[in-house]
């Protein structure tokens, strides 16, 4: 397994071997050995989740308070533009973004350490994403972080306005969101 530093060391690309023949192609799509050896991290997952997208769509920013959840996505049909805003208050890189594209002609996974919020849009006409995370989702320590909040300086590859839930047109500015010590 490769792997890649972001702009945030702790967000992480990750590049599985891929074998493939005349037939197609073979991936482990996760295995905790050679997660581990290649990030150092020693994680449990405990819930995998998928979601699907048509163009346009924006989910996030999103973290759970308590909770909290470090994620490890992969996009299997279309292309998401994935963005990871560092919330722990300890951090030299508080506030910051990491930000890159994953899609399903790549197999490069993320790693979202727990302490981020998460979010992405959908660049292809229709994305499918699949994420394992380290903890339960819990509703009521979920929290949204403003997707546009001018803090944060995020480049949208936008063309028009994405399609938000109602939740994230209200998310929390970084100066008024709850964040972690």
Same mark, same amino acid.
């Given at each position: 397994?490769?792997?890649? %530093?972001?702009?945030? =060391?702790?967000?992480?690309?990750?590049? =599985?071997?891929?074998?493939?023949? +005349?037939?197609?192609?073979?991936?482990?799509?996760?295995?905790? %050995?050679?997660?581990?050896?290649?990030?150092?991290?020693?994680?449990?997952?405990?819930?995998?989740?998928?979601?699907?997208?048509?163009?346009?769509?924006? #989910?996030?920013?999103?973290?759970?308070? %308590?909770?909290?959840?470090?994620?490890?996505?992969?996009?299997?049909?279309?292309?998401?533009?994935?963005?990871?805003?560092?919330?722990? #208050?300890?951090?030299?890189?508080?506030? #910051?973004?990491?930000?890159?594209?994953?899609?399903? +002609?790549? @197999?490069?996974?993320?790693?979202? @350490?727990?302490?981020? +919020?998460?979010?992405?849009?959908?660049?292809?006409?229709?994305?499918?994403?699949?994420?394992?995370?380290?903890?339960?989702?819990? =509703?009521?320590?979920?929290?949204?972080?403003?997707?546009?909040? @001018?803090?944060?300086?995020?480049?949208? @590859?936008?063309?028009?306005? =994405?399609?938000?839930?109602?939740?994230?047109?209200?998310? +929390?500015?970084?100066?008024?969101?709850?964040?972690?010590?």
């Amino acid at each position: 397994m490769k792997l890649i %530093r972001t702009e945030i =060391p702790d967000v992480l690309i990750l590049e =599985p071997k891929v074998f493939g023949d +005349a037939r197609g192609f073979f991936l482990e799509s996760y295995n905790k %050995r050679a997660f581990r050896n290649a990030t150092g991290l020693d994680v449990e997952f405990v819930q995998d989740n998928q979601s699907s997208s048509k163009r346009g769509v924006l #989910r996030g920013l999103h973290y759970q308070i %308590r909770q909290a959840q470090g994620k490890l996505v992969r996009v299997i049909a279309g292309e998401v533009f994935d963005v990871a805003v560092d919330l722990r #208050r300890g951090s030299r890189t508080f506030g #910051r973004c990491a930000s890159f594209n994953l899609d399903s +002609a790549s @197999p490069r996974m993320a790693w979202i @350490p727990a302490g981020f +919020a998460h979010g992405f849009l959908v660049l292809s006409e229709n994305a499918d994403v699949l994420y394992k995370t380290t903890d339960y989702y819990a =509703p009521e320590q979920e929290r949204v972080l403003l997707w546009n909040d @001018p803090a944060l300086g995020i480049r949208w @590859p936008l063309q028009g306005e =994405p399609i938000l839930a109602e939740r994230d047109r209200r998310g +929390a500015t970084l100066e008024s969101a709850e964040t972690f010590s």
